[in-house]
Protein backbone atom coordinates (compact mmCIF):
# COMPACT_ATOMS: atom_id res chain seq x y z
CA UNK A 1 0.00 0.00 0.00
CA UNK A 2 2.94 2.31 0.50
CA UNK A 3 4.17 2.11 -2.74
CA UNK A 4 0.84 2.57 -4.19
CA UNK A 5 1.00 5.99 -2.40
CA UNK A 6 4.52 6.85 -3.35
CA UNK A 7 3.47 6.35 -6.74
CA UNK A 8 0.65 8.03 -6.69
CA UNK A 9 3.24 11.03 -4.96
CA UNK A 10 5.46 10.03 -7.99
CA UNK A 11 2.25 11.03 -10.63
CA UNK A 12 1.61 14.18 -9.22
CA UNK A 13 5.03 15.10 -9.44
CA UNK A 14 5.65 14.00 -12.83
CA UNK A 15 2.63 16.68 -13.31
CA UNK A 16 4.03 19.00 -11.53
CA UNK A 17 7.00 19.11 -13.06
CA UNK A 18 5.74 19.21 -16.06
CA UNK A 19 3.91 22.23 -15.36
CA UNK A 20 6.96 24.27 -14.12
CA UNK A 21 8.67 23.25 -17.27
CA UNK A 22 5.76 24.59 -19.51
CA UNK A 23 5.90 27.83 -17.23
CA UNK A 24 9.27 28.29 -17.65
CA UNK A 25 9.68 27.73 -21.70
CA UNK A 26 6.50 29.89 -22.57
CA UNK A 27 7.51 32.91 -19.88
CA UNK A 28 10.62 32.46 -19.73
CA UNK A 29 10.06 32.54 -15.87
CA UNK A 30 12.11 29.87 -13.93
CA UNK A 31 11.48 27.67 -10.74
CA UNK A 32 12.95 29.62 -8.34
CA UNK A 33 10.81 33.01 -9.42
CA UNK A 34 7.92 31.22 -9.31
CA UNK A 35 8.31 29.95 -6.16
CA UNK A 36 10.62 33.11 -4.90
CA UNK A 37 9.13 36.49 -3.44
CA UNK A 38 9.49 38.72 -6.81
CA UNK A 39 6.94 40.98 -7.71
CA UNK A 40 7.72 41.68 -11.29
CA UNK A 41 4.26 41.38 -13.52
CA UNK A 42 5.54 38.01 -15.19
CA UNK A 43 6.20 36.14 -11.95
CA UNK A 44 2.88 37.19 -10.56
CA UNK A 45 1.29 35.79 -14.08
CA UNK A 46 2.51 32.92 -13.38
CA UNK A 47 2.52 32.21 -9.95
CA UNK A 48 -1.54 32.79 -10.56
CA UNK A 49 -2.28 30.79 -13.09
CA UNK A 50 0.12 28.00 -11.54
CA UNK A 51 -1.46 28.38 -8.50
CA UNK A 52 -4.97 28.23 -10.77
CA UNK A 53 -3.99 24.89 -12.51
CA UNK A 54 -2.33 23.44 -9.93
CA UNK A 55 -5.29 23.56 -7.04
CA UNK A 56 -8.30 23.40 -10.18
CA UNK A 57 -7.04 21.64 -12.78
CA UNK A 58 -4.97 18.94 -11.35
CA UNK A 59 -6.70 18.56 -8.26
CA UNK A 60 -4.16 19.43 -5.38
CA UNK A 61 -5.56 21.06 -2.58
CA UNK A 62 -5.06 24.35 -1.74
CA UNK A 63 -2.47 23.26 1.23
CA UNK A 64 -0.74 21.21 -1.42
CA UNK A 65 -0.88 23.81 -4.03
CA UNK A 66 0.78 26.47 -1.71
CA UNK A 67 3.71 24.63 -0.72
CA UNK A 68 4.47 24.18 -4.05
CA UNK A 69 4.54 27.49 -5.15
CA UNK A 70 5.78 28.48 -1.78
CA UNK A 71 2.82 30.75 -0.37
CA UNK A 72 -0.14 30.21 2.40
CA UNK A 73 -3.26 27.91 1.21
CA UNK A 74 -5.66 31.46 1.22
CA UNK A 75 -3.34 32.64 -1.83
CA UNK A 76 -4.19 30.22 -3.49
CA UNK A 77 -7.74 30.61 -2.71
CA UNK A 78 -7.32 33.97 -3.85
CA UNK A 79 -5.78 32.64 -7.36
CA UNK A 80 -8.47 30.82 -8.24
CA UNK A 81 -11.50 32.99 -6.84
CA UNK A 82 -10.21 35.59 -9.07
CA UNK A 83 -9.06 33.37 -12.31
CA UNK A 84 -12.35 34.17 -13.98
CA UNK A 85 -12.76 37.93 -13.91
CA UNK A 86 -8.33 37.73 -14.95
CA UNK A 87 -8.93 35.98 -17.98
CA UNK A 88 -12.20 37.48 -18.72
CA UNK A 89 -11.05 41.04 -18.26
CA UNK A 90 -6.92 40.77 -18.41
CA UNK A 91 -6.07 40.20 -22.03
CA UNK A 92 -1.89 39.88 -20.94
CA UNK A 93 -3.33 37.29 -18.44
CA UNK A 94 -6.00 35.38 -20.74
CA UNK A 95 -2.60 35.15 -23.49
CA UNK A 96 -0.21 33.70 -20.79
CA UNK A 97 -2.88 31.41 -19.63
CA UNK A 98 -3.81 30.26 -22.77
CA UNK A 99 -0.11 29.99 -23.70
CA UNK A 100 0.34 27.64 -20.82
CA UNK A 101 -2.44 25.92 -21.04
CA UNK A 102 -2.98 24.83 -24.33
CA UNK A 103 1.05 22.81 -23.94
CA UNK A 104 0.77 21.22 -20.96
CA UNK A 105 -2.63 19.85 -22.07
CA UNK A 106 -0.97 18.47 -25.05
CA UNK A 107 1.64 16.93 -23.32
CA UNK A 108 -0.37 15.88 -20.35
CA UNK A 109 -1.51 12.91 -22.33
CA UNK A 110 2.48 11.77 -22.73
CA UNK A 111 3.06 12.40 -19.01
CA UNK A 112 -0.06 10.67 -18.08
CA UNK A 113 1.28 7.57 -20.18
CA UNK A 114 4.14 7.48 -18.82
CA UNK A 115 2.08 7.96 -14.88
CA UNK A 116 0.01 4.91 -15.64
CA UNK A 117 3.12 2.59 -16.86
CA UNK A 118 4.36 3.42 -12.91
CA UNK A 119 1.07 2.63 -11.71
CA UNK A 120 1.09 -0.52 -13.00
CA UNK A 121 4.43 -1.23 -12.35
CA UNK A 122 3.73 -1.05 -8.93
CA UNK A 123 0.38 -2.56 -8.76
CA UNK A 124 2.49 -6.13 -10.61
CA UNK A 125 4.95 -5.57 -7.38
CA UNK A 126 2.13 -5.49 -4.48
CA UNK A 127 0.29 -8.62 -6.37
CA UNK A 128 3.51 -10.35 -6.35
CA UNK A 129 4.60 -9.71 -2.84
CA UNK A 130 1.20 -10.51 -1.75
CA UNK A 131 1.10 -14.00 -3.87
CA UNK A 132 4.30 -14.59 -1.81
CA UNK A 133 2.51 -13.90 1.14
CA UNK A 134 -0.24 -16.50 0.45
CA UNK A 135 2.28 -19.19 -0.48
CA UNK A 136 4.11 -19.07 2.69
CA UNK A 137 0.89 -18.95 4.58
CA UNK A 138 -0.69 -21.76 3.19
CA UNK A 139 2.84 -23.89 3.28
CA UNK A 140 2.51 -22.52 7.18
CA UNK A 141 -0.82 -24.37 7.86
Known sequence: MVDIINNMNEVVNNKVELLFGVVSVVTGVEDYSITGKGREREKVLSRSIMGYMLHI???LTVVQTGSIINRDHSTIV????THSDNFKWCEEYRIVYTKISEPFWGHYDTADKNDIGIQIASLERLINRL????????MIN
Open 78 to 81: YYCK
Open 131 to 138: EEKKTSLM
Open 57 to 59: ELG
